[in-house]
């Protein structure tokens, strides 16, 4: 009987260590994937910031000057078309269609 228990422990040891054994190199092993993610995160992460391609303040400036620019160009444009060729026009048709004796 003394054997009987004697195996059942050595057989319980012998899984028990392999068990952990595999729970240490699957535990290894995600340590090491999470650290090559952490590197390669951080990697890209300075060549982003190291990166210089991309638009700079000065163009950006230019860009809006011109957009403000052209838009008073327009609305002057439409202010002195409506001022002097469209209002007039109008406001005699207006005047001619009350002062109509039928």
């Not at 390669?40 to 991309?54: E, W, Y």
Request: aromatic fraction near 8%; hydrophobic fraction near 50%.
């Amino acid at each position: 009987m003394r054997n009987f228990f004697k195996n059942i422990k050595n057989t319980v040891k012998a899984k028990f260590s392999s068990v952990k054994a595999a729970v240490c190199r699957k535990i290894s092993r995600t340590r090491a994937a999470v650290n090559a993610a952490a590197y390669r995160l951080a990697i890209r992460s300075n060549t982003m910031l190291a990166a210089t391609r991309g638009e700079n303040f000065v163009d950006s400036g230019i860009k809006i000057l011109i957009a403000v620019v052209i838009g008073a160009l327009l609305l002057g444009g439409l202010y002195a078309l409506f001022g002097d060729t469209i209002m007039p026009t109008v406001t005699q048709k207006v005047t001619d269609m009350f002062n109509f004796k039928g």
